[in-house]
């Protein structure tokens, strides 16, 4: 089974700072997607950036963007320009649906605080 | 903009009470799902669906059951509440080709069983 893990429970950054969210992943496949969702308190989950396995240009959305290594099978997020409003919980996420599958796997996810 | 609707954001209930989770989402989407969010152990799934009256058990389906009637609503079931059932439920969609794909939320119901 696949596996994702973030190594950071917990991590904190200055306000207009740039933070570096780690993520890792387990599978044996070639196709597949990667996610970052934002929870913040009390909200609903959010996509913030997803990638294509295929592709080997990292995706970027605004100040959010991803280091993807394939082949050490990392996906780091990284928020530059950091806003109190980035405050939340980030869950990485993998997903493959060419083995069939309908479901995502999360990581346990990385609590984020900003820094006024 | 996709909407996915749990019916109650917060529920206190008794041990060994029925409950049950409501979720709609209104963009016609063939999926749904129901994942269990816990502390320190991220979101983990309980039953999808990916059709009107189609279920799949996830990965923590025990003391759960789900109903599927309609495309747009989707109901998570506890047949008897027990206290390891308190947690945060989200229920999420998305369409039927995006299958392993990008995920839509509702915002939650957190239940506390007593």
């Known amino acids: 089974a696949q596996t994702v893990t973030q190594s950071q429970p917990e991590m904190s950054v200055q306000e207009a700072e740039t933070v570096t969210l780690s993520c890792t992943y387990d599978t044996s496949e070639s196709d597949y997607y990667l996610f970052w969702y934002k929870q913040p308190p009390s909200r609903q989950m959010i996509l913030v950036i997803r990638?294509?396995?295929?592709?080997?240009q990292n995706a970027t959305e605004n100040r959010f963007s991803v280091n993807f290594q394939k082949a050490a099978k990392s996906f780091s997020l990284k928020i530059s320009d950091s806003q109190l409003g980035d405050a939340a919980m980030y869950f990485c996420a993998y997903g493959n649906p060419g083995a069939g599958s309908y479901q995502l796997t999360f990581g346990k996810g990385t609590k984020l605080s900003v820094i006024p | 903009d996709v909407k996915v609707t749990q019916s109650s954001r917060y529920l206190v209930k008794r041990t060994g009470e029925k409950v049950f989770l409501e979720c709609v989402q209104d963009m016609d989407h063939e999926n749904m799902f129901w994942y269990r969010q816990d502390p320190g152990l991220g979101l983990r799934l309980i039953y999808f669906?990916?059709?009107?009256?189609?279920?799949e058990k996830g990965d923590i389906p025990e003391g759960y059951s789900v109903s599927r009637e309609k495309k747009e609503r989707f109901s998570l079931i506890l047949e008897s509440a027990s206290t390891n059932q308190t947690s945060m439920y989200l229920c999420?969609?998305?369409?039927?080709?995006?299958?392993?794909?990008?995920?839509?939320f509702g915002e939650g119901s957190r239940l506390t069983v007593l």
């Open positions: 990638q294509e396995a295929y592709k080997q």
């Open positions: 669906s990916y059709d009107v009256k189609m279920k």
């Open positions: 999420a969609s998305n369409r039927g080709q995006d299958r392993a794909g990008e995920l839509f």
